[in-house]
T-cell receptor, first 114, second 112 residues
Framework: DAGVIQSPRHEVTEMGQEVTLRCKPISGHNSLFWYRQTMMRGLELLIYFNNNVPIDDSGMPEDRFSAKMPNASFSTLKIQPSEPRDSAVYFC??????FGTGYTFGSGTRLTVV | TQLLEQSPQFLSIQEGENLTVYCNSSSVFSSLQWYRQEPGEGPVLLVTVVTGGEVKKLKRLTFQFGDARKDSSLHITAAQTGDTGLYLCAGPGNTGFQKLVFGTGTRLLVSP
């Protein structure tokens, strides 16, 4: 298995532009998570899906952020419009059902908004 | 809100030294996990501990879950440069779904 695949690895964009981050989870994993990591705040859960349905989006900072999971093999996180304070590393992770199995993380997307 | 506090925040040591990293909470967790994150990559699961008092070993790494299931420790014997990274503990949230709460992290640097 290729693991969780995220694209792009790096994204540099200008303030006000739309940014779309992509994630392909591990086949058979029915939960998908989007995290944001910064030095100041560590790993923050933005939203997670179970069986393609958003379960908890309380971590989404504001209306500028949206996430979709149209099918079991693809998810997107969109920021529109982007702001410099959105600069961070965004991780996607997936897991099968049940605690104890752990998350498998992608390699992340490093977003820089200038 | 369940919080996991890790200490120390930063640790810089020489190769061959021993070290211990701590993960503490005021809440009881049904299990705890430890992850290691190397620069430029996502966290990778090292171990899951599920029973109070449980000790698990992974080569030079020893993980312990506290008797009351509120804390955990990670001990590394004879650290190597390859142990450098961010160590994160994590436990299931109390929402009933498989949402993990991550600790604040310990950044370890092992120098040759």
């Amino acid at each position: 298995d290729a693991g969780v695949i995220q694209s792009p690895r790096h994204e540099v964009t200008e303030m006000g532009q739309e940014v779309t981050l992509r994630c392909k989870p591990i086949s058979g994993h029915n939960s998908l998570f989007w995290y944001r990591q910064t030095m100041m705040r560590g790993l923050e859960l933005l939203i997670y899906f179970n069986n393609n349905v958003p379960i908890d989006d309380s971590g989404m900072p504001e209306d500028r952020f949206s996430a979709k999971m149209p099918n079991a093999s693809f998810s997107t996180l969109k920021i529109q419009p982007s702001e410099p304070r959105d600069s961070a590393v965004y991780f996607c992770a997936s897991s099968p059902t049940g605690f104890g199995t752990g998350y498998t993380f992608g390699s992340g997307t490093r977003l820089t908004v200038v | 809100t369940q919080l996991l506090e890790q200490s120390p925040q930063f640790l810089s040591i020489q190769e061959g030294e021993n070290l211990t990293v701590y993960c503490n909470s005021s809440s009881v967790f049904s299990s705890l996990q430890w992850y290691r994150q190397e620069p430029g990559e996502g966290p990778v699961l090292l171990v899951t501990v599920v029973t109070g008092g449980e000790v698990k070993k992974l080569k030079r790494l020893t993980f312990q879950f506290g008797d009351a299931r509120k804390d955990s420790s990670l001990h590394i014997t004879a650290a190597q440069t390859g142990d450098t990274g961010l160590y994160l503990c994590a436990g299931p949230g109390n929402t009933g779904f498989q949402k993990l709460v991550f600790g604040t992290g310990t950044r370890l640097l092992v120098s040759p």
